[in-house]
């Protein structure tokens, strides 16, 4: 017999990854997203559209319930599926290297190539184009058409027809989708279609001859084609009642120039001969009908709400430019800041007070007014009750508190008579689906609300006996939000409110007590949540079948659950160590669509139906990204030097060896630990790292959460973090030598603080940071044209109180003040017009370290908000902050940029991205 030796090799794990490639920034163009993923009306098709990381086109996909591709359709976006789930429509776009080249020859863009009409057959496979489209809709709830707005190609037989464009209208097509007869109608403007009714209506300017200016009708089954209003003019805001036998419109027929309009609101009937104008200057009691307001019917078609708003104050036209004064007049008694009313200047414009039309009695109710900022109306348009929101008492608050208080008003339909029924109410406000009751969360009391009509009481529905209802883990000196409300049940019944992690149901008058209906949420620290997978639903109803997602909080897993309301605790469905999410259900049967996503795995559509036993990948929108090295991540562990018990998210490369080290990158905001499982792309962000293309790269990345109290974030954070990071270098695998932090915003504020206080960082990036929170206290959120006074004293900031109350507080966490302390390298990331942060900030910070001779950088990105949003600007930020990173962390050569910098007269034409041979 002989004798065999077995000899193991070992081979590190590490090793499986040495034919993969590092992520580059060219992957961002490779990389797609998912966009727009919606299942037909009978669970039989699955479409939706991919859209680049980068530049490039997008592209529709099409597939069987079962995952067999169907369709797969270049430069195409926007799919719809008629009602009959029978046809799928969608745009085709130009090519974008085409369209690139044409505006690279300054082709005008009136001649630029536009959309493309695709119209998909189901059942014979086969696929329509219509070039030239400007728009299209899809009936919700009726079959065989489809409408569309086009420019056809000229008729160059025709020298005098009138010439299509935005202004003079474009042609549309009714089509029907069988037997392929068209109805065209010209010089169309806008059009409208009923949710059930087969009809249209649509504005014309007509074409001088067989169809005159005006409003009119076509009936799609009786072919009848019908003048509503005849006149020269400007019409807006159609709308149908939800059976199509209702229409409204707003006209403007004045001709002249002048500043003062007189807009008629008309009704019509499709029984009718033409419309009739029921609202116009001269009958409105010194009151306007507002044009900018999208009228509407209630459902049941019984009232026509629209609204009625104050004459504007018009400009004397006969002054020259050098007789106006243009001067603000900043009042200390108005209720907003005049910077305030300025950003809010369009919307107040067109504010306007609620009213409605009831055609039965041919009666106007007005329900709004100058006293009033919001009418919500119960029972969708059709109850007796609305509720009325009075802020103007209360808007000098938001200066210094960041919200505003509202006095409630019950309103009677029938009259438009106002009853106070509380005041002072800080939080959320609605009304119940059949408008019973007024509910609220007063965020001053930490309690849920509801206030009876019928029997005039308020009862006080939660008071945190049993279970907080408010935000347990409230960190901001504010009153705390609530978790929210599911729903309401049938006939206004019960309410379904949440906590942290239950589902109660609460009775609104209180004659029953709260009932948990979730039975082992808090015990399990499990966050149960309704998932809602028809749009349209009002309330839950007796016995209706339930879909819970489940957080579980220790471990970051998710789960589905189902359960049938009143009768069953939830049912497991499916768990994991995933992200469930993008749920859309067939609105004819059981079946459905979602994600499921985690650190590696991509959130590719999954087809089902509700009792998820089996489960169809339907899409592999990135199936490069096996080509790849990628990465892990884990929750880590330590305890704050104020001895709290902390946690936070690692990344570690792909065949991570415990025996080496590697460079580390921290990244932080406050908390980011429930997003363990979320999938992260290579993505040209706006502001922040991409963990997957720096772990590719090899280095590691720590996330670490931050616990605060009032008064000192920057010590807050400087308790969290460093241990956290000590915590890992202790582990043996940080390069405690190469270590760098990056944050944006609220993170880029952190981290200035940071590097006063510590050398551990080898390079910091500092995006759009606070650094003086005395000269950006009294300053403009120009973005909304509010003070920032509310965000230091109430919110993010957390200092607590005024700068005249805490001064130290607001010297000890400005970083500016101590910026001699910083021997941090540092990139600044801050734009010119930035709305959240003053630009003035990241000039102050640069201008400081410049002069104490300190390695910094600045970069605006000119014409950008809070972070740059063109897709080339984000790019140049990621390959800028990616050489930063790789020159002080890997020892990689320095960019031009670094050394260099780009001077004034190479802006927009050299970027420095070369690498100098001298490391």
């Not at 799919?79 to 505006?103: A, C, G, H, Y």
């Not at 009325?388 to 438009?416: H, P, Q």
């Not at 029997?455 to 901001?476: A, C, G, M, S």
Request: net charge negative; aromatic share 14%; glycine share 6%.
């Amino acid at each position: 017999m002989k004798n065999f030796i077995l000899i193991l090799v070992a081979v590190p794990l590490f090793g499986i990854s040495q034919n993969k490639k590092s992520l580059d920034h060219d992957a961002y163009n490779i990389w797609r997203s998912v966009e727009g993923q919606l299942i037909s009306n009978d669970g039989s098709h699955i479409a939706y559209t991919l859209e680049p990381n980068g530049f490039g086109n997008e592209s529709l996909m099409l597939h069987q319930f079962d995952g067999a591709v169907v369709l797969s359709h270049d430069r195409s976006y926007n799919p719809s599926f008629t009602n009959n789930s029978q046809f799928l429509i969608f745009k085709v776009t130009p090519d974008f290297d085409e369209l690139r080249d044409m505006k690279r020859r300054k082709v005008k863009e009136k001649d630029l190539p536009g959309d493309t009409l695709a119209i998909y057959s189901l059942a014979n496979k086969s696929i329509a184009k219509i070039p030239g489209l400007k728009s299209f809709k899809v009936p919700k709830e009726w079959d065989d058409y489809v409408v569309y707005l086009y420019e056809p190609a000229p008729d160059t037989t025709k020298k005098k027809e009138k010439k299509r464009s935005k202004k003079n209208g474009y042609d549309l097509v009714v089509k029907n989708l069988y037997d392929q007869s068209e109805y065209t109608f010209s010089y169309v403007l806008d059009y409208e279609i009923p949710e059930e009714g087969a009809g249209i209506a649509l504005t014309t300017t007509g074409n001088d001859s067989t169809l005159k200016e005006g409003v009119y009708t076509f009936d799609f089954e009786a072919k009848n084609f019908k003048p509503v209003f005849r006149a020269k003019g400007e019409y807006t805001q159609l709308a149908w009642d939800k059976k199509g036998t209702q229409l409204s419109f707003i006209s403007d027929t004045d001709t002249t120039k002048a500043l003062q309009r007189d807009y008629h609101l008309h009704y019509y009937m499709t029984e009718l001969d033409s419309s009739k104008t029921i609202a116009k200057n001269e009958n409105l009691d010194e009151l306007m009908v507002n044009k900018d307001f999208s009228t509407y019917f209630s459902e049941s078609g019984k009232r026509m709400f629209f609204q009625v708003k104050e004459f504007p104050v018009l400009q004397d036209t006969a002054l020259l430019d050098d007789e106006i004064v243009n001067v603000e007049v900043w009042n200390y008694q108005d209720q907003r800041l005049f910077t305030h009313q300025e950003n809010q200047k369009g919307s107040d414009l067109k504010f306007g007070y609620l009213s409605y039309y009831d055609a039965i009695s041919d009666k106007i109710v007005q329900l709004g007014g100058e006293d009033y900022s919001r009418v919500i109306v119960s029972d969708e348009g059709d109850g007796n009750t609305a509720l009325a929101l009075s802020n103007y008492n209360y808007r000098k608050l938001i200066t210094w508190e960041g919200y505003s208080l509202n006095d409630l008003f019950e309103v009677d339909l029938n009259t438009g008579n106002k009853t106070k029924i509380d005041e002072a109410v800080r939080g959320f406000v609605s009304l119940s689906p059949k408008g019973k009751y007024a509910y609220w969360y007063n965020n001053s009391d930490s309690a849920w609300f509801a206030y009876s009509f019928a029997e005039e009481v308020t009862v006080q529905l939660t008071n945190n006996l049993q279970v907080p209802f408010f935000n347990e883990i409230h960190d901001t000196p504010s009153d705390p939000w609530p978790y929210g409300v599911m729903s309401w049940t049938e006939n206004d019944e019960r309410v379904l409110i949440y906590d942290r992690y239950d589902i109660w149901e609460v009775d609104p008058s209180l004659k029953t007590q709260p009932k948990r209906i979730t039975p082992n949420g808090r015990s399990e620290k499990l966050t149960y949540r309704y998932v809602r997978l028809d749009d349209d639903e009002r309330f839950i109803k007796k016995n209706q079948k339930l879909l819970l997602s489940g957080f579980y909080e220790e471990d970051k897993s998710e789960a589905l659950f189902a359960s049938t309301y009143g009768k069953n605790s939830p049912v497991k469905l499916i768990s994991g160590d995933y992200q469930y999410g993008s749920f859309d259900k067939a609105r004819d049967n059981r079946n459905l669509i979602f994600t499921q996503e985690n650190f590696q795995t991509f959130p590719d559509i999954q087809a089902t139906n509700l009792s998820f036993k089996s489960i169809n990948k339907i899409s592999d929108i990135n199936p490069q990204q096996k080509e790849y090295k990628w990465g892990t991540i884990e929750l880590v562990n330590w305890t704050s030097l104020d001895g709290q018990k902390m946690e936070g998210m690692l990344v570690k490369p792909e065949g991570f060896d415990p025996g080496k080290k590697y460079p580390m990158i921290v990244n932080f905001y406050e908390k980011s630990s429930n997003g363990l499982n979320r999938h992260r792309d290579p993505y040209p962000g706006r502001s922040t790292i991409t963990y997957s293309f720096y772990a590719s790269r090899g280095y590691l990345i720590f996330n670490p959460n931050v616990n605060y109290k009032t008064g000192y974030p920057g010590e807050d954070a400087y308790n969290c973090v460093i241990p956290g990071v000590t915590s890992l270098i202790e582990k043996g695998f940080v390069d405690e030598d190469n270590i760098g932090v990056q944050g944006h915003s609220w993170g880029g504020y952190q981290i200035a603080h940071l590097i006063n206080e510590t050398n551990i960082f080898k390079c910091a990036e500092s995006g759009a940071p606070v650094v003086n929170m005395i000269s950006a206290y009294g300053g403009i959120r120009w973005g909304s044209g509010l003070s920032r006074m509310f965000q230091y004293e109430r919110t993010q900031s957390r200092i607590g109180g005024s700068l005249w109350e805490y001064p130290l507080r607001y010297i000890e966490n400005s970083p500016i003040f101590f910026v001699d302390k910083v021997q941090t390298p540092v990139l600044i990331l801050h734009n010119d017009e930035d709305g959240a942060v003053p630009w003035y900030q990241g000039i102050e910070y640069f201008g400081a370290l410049r002069r104490l001779g300190k390695p910094a950088w600045l970069l605006n990105y000119r014409g950008e908000p809070h972070w740059p949003v063109k897709v080339q600007n984000r790019i140049d930020f990621n390959i800028r902050l990616a050489q930063f990173f790789d020159y002080y962390l890997k020892g990689e050569s320095m960019p031009k940029w670094m050394r260099d910098g780009v001077p004034a007269t190479e802006l927009g034409i050299n970027q420095g991205y070369e690498l100098l041979e001298d490391k």
